[in-house]
């Protein structure tokens, strides 16, 4: 029986996918507790950007945008930033510890897949996505708050959300060679092939095959 | 609306509880002479009343009585915070008469104690935790001395245990302490971080000009690059400005209490919320980072003064210290400005968001303004 299904790949080379797998798959919150002698603010923002799925879906969000028309720029990385800070909040306040990681790995696949067939996506499913992928990531950090300030934790959070977004747009925006958009593409699939991988990840730990 | 403008109201004295609270430090200076080892070790009132609660009759002030009182409680919570050892054994701290020392105009209580280890050689190995459990921000700035020769070392909860080696550590160790210790310093010392916020979430705007109202609208600079080099001249000027009053300040050439620094630091975000949305200040930006960026260095000083550094250390500490306070300043621009540069274009980002933001820094700097000069530890209570 291989319950890791890797019968196809030999040797040195399964385990080397398996350490990939266990380094991309999404740690847990209490991993990120050593952050908090950085500070409220500070843990929040670094909180975000060592998640990986956090990371690939707003990159992968990015990307897509950048196939649309740029006025939609704006609208897309306030309701980043607005959908964090609210779901941090809103985490917080509840008290809930959710394991979102296997929703996020979803979106990570959703944006990934649809940059990769350079989906021109209209103003209001871009900032719906903006909108659900931030509460996923805000909801999902906001236990990792317990003990610091909310408000600073979240603002954090948030401005590390718009600010990535804004990388990526910046980066999309400028270059206007014609191999720009396939390479756009290409990062759209592998910030789906990364998804994937951590989805099946989740999904191996949560049905008890680890 | 009612209901947003209380959460918005609620959301500033939250953080302002959070963020008022002044940088943490302790110094413990150490000397070890012919096996023999004694140390000093000030320590702030305003960290010690947290974890041993001086202030008895909580009027805000901790009088000579209230300490007195105290002193058996603040030995036993210190020393059961330190640790020294020496050659695999335990050493014995014996603490002797307490004493009250003042840096930058804050009170330190100081505890002077002697080591006595079960050998009088071998490496001298330092666990310090002092205030870990209730303010992971705490620094301990260790200075450790042996027959002319200094060495110093941050202690943070990441490295809380250390052997000291005084042949091992090189210059170049102490400087990169130095540069981690600034960028500590900045990045959690929320008001001059707001300060610098401030100023560069209109880095990407300049006013244009002033139509009927007689006020200068902002408009957008164009290209990423114009944005950079202005980024750059606001973090430079403030990078200068504070180097040169920390230099001054740490060489004991100016020394202003901090009853005056902390709210005059207040005044300088305030004003320079102000200025955001109505002019009032230089229309240069980084004449207004230079100029208030003296009165922030003030503040700075706090940090490496006690430390009591020979002249090269001491030059040493400025220079890492500095440069770690301009690195700090960039991770905050890193985070800000790109944000600020995508959204300067929108009506919606010049007219409300920039407002707003000035609007809730300058409320934030009122409410420390009004805590720091009537020292009602408002803020504290709220936290």
């Keep these: ?210 | 609306m009612l209901r947003l403008l209380v959460l918005c109201i609620a959301l500033i004295v939250e953080t302002g509880a959070a963020s008022a609270h002044l940088a943490s430090d302790s110094y413990l200076n150490i000397e070890l002479e012919n096996g023999r080892i004694v140390g000093r070790w000030d320590i702030a009132l305003r960290d010690l009343d947290v974890v041993v609660g001086l202030d008895a009759n909580a009027d805000g002030s901790i009088t000579w009585g209230e300490l007195r009182a105290k002193w058996r409680e603040i030995d036993d919570y210190a020393f059961n915070h330190l640790t020294l050892s020496r050659a695999g054994g335990s050493c014995l701290l014996r603490p002797a008469e307490p004493m009250v020392d003042y840096h930058a105009g804050n009170a330190y209580a100081v505890l002077p104690f002697a080591a006595e280890c079960p050998s009088a050689s071998g490496q001298l190995t330092i666990g310090y935790r002092l205030l870990f459990e209730v303010d992971p921000t705490h620094r301990g700035l260790l200075t450790i001395s042996e027959g002319g020769t200094v060495k110093t070392d941050i202690l943070t909860p990441e490295h809380a245990s250390v052997v000291l080696d005084l042949a091992a550590q090189t210059l170049a160790d102490e400087a990169v302490r130095f540069v981690l210790f600034g960028y500590d310093h900045i990045l959690l010392g929320y008001d001059h971080l707001l300060f610098v916020a401030v100023l560069l979430v209109v880095a990407p705007l300049r006013r244009g000009s002033g139509g009927g109202t007689g006020i200068s609208p902002w408009v957008p600079i164009d290209g990423l690059g114009r944005v950079a080099i202005e980024t750059a001249k606001i973090l430079t000027a403030f990078t200068i400005a504070h180097a040169i009053t920390l230099t001054l300040a740490v060489l004991g050439l100016i020394n202003l209490p901090s009853r005056l620094v902390d709210p005059a630091i207040a005044a300088t975000i305030m004003l320079a919320a102000i200025d955001n949305i109505r002019p009032i200040l230089p229309q240069l930006r980084w004449h207004v980072a230079f100029g208030f960026g003296l009165i922030h260095g003030l503040a700075f000083a706090s940090a490496l003064g006690p430390m009591r550094l020979p002249p090269f250390r001491l030059a040493l500490g400025l220079g890492g210290f500095n440069i770690g306070v301009e690195l700090g300043q960039i991770t905050l621009a890193a985070l800000l400005v790109p944000t600020a540069f995508m959204l300067r274009g929108e009506a919606a980002f010049r007219g409300i968001v920039t407002p707003a933001v000035s609007v809730g820094a300058l409320l934030l700097a009122l409410l420390w303004f009004v805590d720091r000069v009537f020292a009602l530890d408002l803020l504290a209570v709220a936290g």
């Design chain 1, 1 to 210: 029986m291989n319950p890791w299904g890797l019968s196809v790949i030999r040797g040195k080379w399964r385990w080397l996918l398996v350490a990939a797998a266990a380094l991309i798959a999404p740690a847990p919150a209490e991993a990120h507790t050593a952050l908090k002698s950085m500070g409220s603010f500070w843990s929040g923002a670094v909180h975000l950007l060592t998640s990986l799925d956090q990371v690939g879906f707003l990159l992968g969000l990015a990307i897509l945008a950048g196939f649309a028309d740029r006025r939609n720029d704006a609208r897309i990385i306030a309701a980043s930033f607005a959908a964090v800070l609210l779901g941090a909040s809103a985490a917080w306040a509840a008290g809930w510890q959710a394991d979102l990681s296997m929703l996020a790995a979803a979106l990570m696949i959703v944006v990934g897949l649809a940059g990769a067939a350079q989906w021109r996506a209209g103003v209001l499913s871009l900032t719906g996505l903006a909108l659900a992928g931030g509460a996923i990531g805000g909801l999902a950090g906001g236990d990792a708050a317990t003990g610091l300030s909310l408000a600073l934790f979240s603002l954090g959070a948030a401005l590390a959300a718009a600010a990535t977004v804004s990388y990526a747009l910046i980066a999309i925006r400028a270059v206007k060679v014609g191999w720009g958009p396939i390479a756009w593409r290409a990062g759209a699939s592998w910030v789906a092939a990364i998804g994937m991988m951590i989805f099946a990840f989740d999904c191996s730990r949560y049905f008890g095959h680890r």
